[in-house]
């Protein structure tokens, strides 16, 4: 399992924020078993949850699980809504937010 | 080969028929496999099986135990406990003559102290149960229920759960607040970073790899010519 070692005091770096980027869409892949081009692929405006068939609520709870373990994050129950699921440049917005103060 | 072995019932009760998956020729490494549990037992089936047919090739018996309460099993699945499965993974070690435990993700929580052999991916309790729990407060978030992990698991402990669509006993959730798979002497952890590849826990459906498969039996049976020299 990978690690982000650099992502902590250089996320705002435009290095860090391409390995949050990569590292994001691998791990949705990975959870998802999509072709790792189609997640490579993804935009901000591109749809997650409620336009991948693949993206039920047991795959949700996986996902985010992994995030946390791989990112180094706590995700709670409130910061789970709609918005950061919709569309993929919300759940990297999420992330980001969650890495920035750090 | 499926076949039957007794689980001994705790407190004295009557003993109870539990199936169990078996490649078991007589050979002199027979390796007891602790499998996956809840929801990712069904996505590792396929695959615990390719490693056991895999290793079976490599001339090594397995030997993979329903736990009480799943499957075929007639026992109540709300009435059993961490403790109990630990009991019940040793008792089928004993009674089946294995040599080596091969525990896979939560699998390692009740692995045979007493067996040499590797987990798998070990999972911990606390990690197990955000999973599931996490699973559940979305799935009633989007069917417009308002439910928080910190209030269910309070309720799980005083009365059990559902989660995932198992019923989980409240000693079981109490147990598994503070579960952590322990490595006995002679057990190592097998990372999936070793393996290589996404664990196929992580897909939404059960889903195979066979490359995974290989590694994983090639990395035991490794293992094992390193240790008899």
């Known amino acids: 399992m990978t690690t982000l ?54 795959a949700v709870a996986g996902l985010l699980t992994e995030m946390e373990d791989r990112l180094g994050i706590v995700i709670e129950d ?15 917005a999420f992330a980001r937010g969650k890495l920035g103060p750090r | 080969m499926i076949v039957t072995w007794n689980c001994p019932a705790p407190e004295g009760g009557s003993p109870t028929e539990e199936m169990l998956l078996a490649f078991d020729r007589g050979r002199p ?24 047919r895999r290793l079976d090739a490599a001339g090594i018996d397995t030997l993979l135990p329903d736990l009480p309460g799943c499957n075929e099993s007639l026992v109540s699945l709300p009435l059993q406990t961490l403790a109990w499965w630990h009991s ?16 896979i993700r939560a699998g390692a929580l009740v692995a045979p102290p007493n067996l040499p052999g590797w987990h798998y991916a070990a999972q911990t309790g ?7 729990l996490r699973a559940r407060t979305i799935a009633a978030h989007e069917a417009g ?26 000693a079981m959730i109490r147990e598994l607040e503070t579960a952590e798979p322990v490595l006995a002497p002679g057990q ?3 990372a ?30 490794r293992s094992l010519s390193e240790a008899t020299g």
């Not at chain 2, 037992?41 to 056991?52: D, H, I, P, S, W």
């Not at chain 2, 019940?88 to 525990?103: I, K, P």
């Not at chain 2, 009365?159 to 409240?170: D, F, K, N, Q």
Request: glycine share 12%.
């Open chain 1, 5 to 58: 070692p650099q992502l902590g005091p250089n996320i705002d770096s435009e290095a860090g924020e391409a390995a949050l980027d990569r590292e994001l869409k691998g791990l949705i892949a990975d959870v998802l078993g999509l072709d790792p081009e189609q997640a490579a692929a993804f935009g901000p405006d591109s749809g997650l949850f409620g336009h991948l068939p693949e993206l039920d609520s047991m």
């Open chain 1, 78 to 92: 409130d910061d789970v809504d709609g918005e950061m699921l919709e569309t993929y440049g919300g759940l990297l």
């Open chain 2, 29 to 52: 490494v027979r390796v007891l496999v602790c499998p996956a549990w809840f929801d990712e037992a069904n996505k590792l089936r396929r695959f615990t099986v390719e490693v056991m």
């Open chain 2, 88 to 103: 019940a993974m040793t008792s089928a070690a004993e009674m089946l003559g294995a040599t080596h435990v091969l525990a």
């Open chain 2, 126 to 132: 606390p990690k197990l149960l955000r999973g599931l």
């Open chain 2, 145 to 170: 229920i308002t439910e928080t992990s910190e209030d269910l698991i309070a309720l799980g402990r005083e009365s059990g759960l559902t989660l995932g669509g198992w019923s989980i006993g409240a």
């Open chain 2, 188 to 190: 190592s952890a097998i």
């Open chain 2, 192 to 221: 999936q970073s070793t393996i290589d590849g996404a664990g196929l826990w992580l897909r939404t459906e059960p889903d195979d790899d066979p490359g995974q498969a290989d590694r994983l039996a090639a990395l035991i049976v």
